[in-house]
């Protein structure tokens, strides 16, 4: 993908099988949206192939639409609609193509139940976050699209939204793909991770795989004649063996620390941040082969 002058996505390549949740993550700007309204047909690519439930995006039918779900990033469409009024309206467009959810049960599994007749606008943010959904589901997809699903949530509402997500993973094993910049949250909710920086996927893998990629490094710290010494190794225990073995005695506050997946992430998020696109990529990539 290339806007102007400027690549955003550059060979990326990427193949999700049905079922379960794959979180794209990464740091603004990485091009994830990009990726996903590619991948939805809401943006016509520069190059490259891409086909989703069988089809190219670029040429999906409504039939095709109707078998995928998306919740974009933020919209303010629809505030004076009443809740159930507006699921009612949006499941009609579905009867051709398939048997949407029934407006009251969709509102149980959403929670907002209690909320069926108030309008659209009175909504907070994290219930309006769970219409959202609602209405992404509602023709039951075979396929659903969540960009940064909880941006803006308290801790308490993005546990409920969590919640949420594994209770539609149950259901008539809907495949959902979403994007996230929040490592934690891509850890708890996704069977996959997929990482992309720099235009392109950097890692890929089960969050438990990630995690023993990246925790290969280690870090020992200690203070010689009152200064600080910092060492990144893969052999922590040969290290520090030597270092102690001629020391004589003058090697205090010896510390080791394990890199974990989210000291890899956070340090490639800072040297993105820091314009260091490129090394970041170099570093994190080597911390997680
Ligand atoms: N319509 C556009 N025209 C020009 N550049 C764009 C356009 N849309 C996105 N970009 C650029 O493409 C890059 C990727 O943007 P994208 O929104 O896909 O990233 P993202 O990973 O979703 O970021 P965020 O986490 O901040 O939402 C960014 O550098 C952005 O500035």
Do not use: C
């Amino acid at each position: 993908m290339r806007y102007g002058d400027k690549d955003v996505l550059t060979g990326l390549d990427l193949r999700i099988e049905p079922g379960g949740v794959t979180a794209l993550l990464g740091p603004n700007g990485a091009g994830k949206t990009t990726t996903i309204e590619i991948l939805e047909g809401f943006r016509a690519r520069s190059g490259g192939t891409v086909e989703v439930l069988g089809t190219d995006p670029e040429h999906g039918d409504e039939r095709w639409r109707a078998g995928l779900g998306v919740v974009l990033q933020e919209w303010r469409d629809n505030g004076k609609w009443r809740v159930r009024e507006l699921l009612d309206h949006f499941g009609e467009y579905y009867k051709p193509y398939a048997e949407p959810w029934d407006a009251d049960a969709l509102l149980g599994l959403v929670g907002l139940e209690a909320q069926a007749a108030q309008r659209v606008q009175t909504l907070s943010g994290g219930q309006r976050r769970r219409l959202d959904v609602a209405l992404g589901i509602i023709g039951r997809p075979a396929l659903l699209f969540l960009d940064e699903p909880t941006t803006g949530f308290d801790p308490h509402a993005r546990r409920e939204f969590h919640e949420l997500i594994h209770r539609l993973t149950d259901l008539d094993g809907t495949t959902i793909l979403l994007t996230t910049h929040d490592l934690d949250e891509a850890e708890k909710l996704a069977e996959r991770i997929v990482i992309l920086a720099g235009g392109r996927i950097i890692a890929d893998g089960s969050p438990d795989a990630l995690a023993r990629a990246a925790a290969t490094t280690a870090e020992v710290k200690w203070i010689q004649d009152g200064t600080l010494q910092i060492h990144a190794t893969e052999d922590a225990t040969d290290f520090v063996r030597k270092l102690l073995a001629t020391d004589d005695g003058a090697v205090t506050d010896l510390e080791v620390h394990r890199a974990s997946l989210e000291d890899a992430y956070l340090s490639l998020v800072a040297d993105f941040e820091a314009g260091q696109a490129e090394s970041a990529v170099d570093t994190f990539k080597e911390a997680t082969a």
